[in-house]
Structures are given as C-alpha cells and as structure tokens.
Nanobody
Framework: HVQLVESGGGSVQAGGSLRLSCAVDLNGDRPYSLGWFRQAPGKEREGVAAIYPRYGRTYYADSVKGRFTISQDMAKNTLYLQMNSLKPDDTAMYYC?????????????????????WGQGTQVTVS
C-alpha cells in the first residue's frame, strides 16, 4: 500500500542543522514529483522544496534557498531534506508528499492539490 513516513525531526538551536528523511512507498509506481511542505502553528501550510526525478529539477521557496537541499536516493526510495543554518522561523511540522502526475514544474511545484500522497509529518523546532 502507499506510504510516506518522515523521520529526522527534532529540536535544534538556531544556526544548527537537521536532515529529514521520508521513506516513500508508492506501491511500485514512480512519482512525478516529490515535495517537502511545512506548517507552523497558526499559519497555512507552505511548500519548501520540490524535486522532479524525471527532469532532475529542484525548486525551493525563497525563504530556504541556499540553506535547504532536497535530494533523493532512488535505490532506497528515500527523499531527504538537508536543512542548514536553521532559524526560529523554520519551526514547523514538516511533511513529505508525492505526486503521481502533473503538468508544468514551475507553476505547480508547490501546488498541494497535485500531491496525492502525504506523510504524517515530523516536528522541527528551532530555538
């Protein structure tokens, strides 16, 4: 069955690093795109980073460019988010998501409705 399971969250001081992992099982299907989203208390969920395996493209929210890196290990069916130079504003629940299909990478990279499958989230707290 389809399953996305995040891990790697935790508490860290400002300036520190964390690496999130997401085990992706799409029942044998290959994802069109994979993304990391986050939701802070009292705020809407927002896209953080996305990767399109077929095209080798990655996209980042302006707030994390230069600090976060999205990657995947296809052999391990695992998605990663390396987060460096963390700030208190990065505190949120982080979710990984997978899309089976889609259209334009740029316009849809953080469009939640195209991401069919979601994990349960992992908490990141930066103090």
């Amino acid at each position: 069955h389809v399953q996305l399971v995040e891990s790697g969250g935790g508490s860290v001081q400002a300036g520190g690093s964390l690496r999130l992992s997401c085990a992706v099982d799409l029942n044998g299907d290959r994802p069109y795109s994979l993304g990391w989203f986050r939701q802070a208390p009292g705020k809407e969920r927002e896209g953080v980073a996305a990767i399109y395996p077929r095209y080798g493209r990655t996209y980042y929210a302006d707030s994390v460019k230069g600090r976060f890196t999205i990657s995947q290990d296809m052999a391990k069916n695992t998605l990663y988010l390396q987060m460096n130079s963390l700030k208190p504003d990065d505190t949120a629940m982080y979710y990984c998501a997978a899309a089976s299909g889609g259209g334009d990478c740029v316009s849809q990279r953080f469009t939640e409705r195209i991401y069919t499958y979601w994990g349960q989230g992992t908490q990141v707290t930066v103090s």
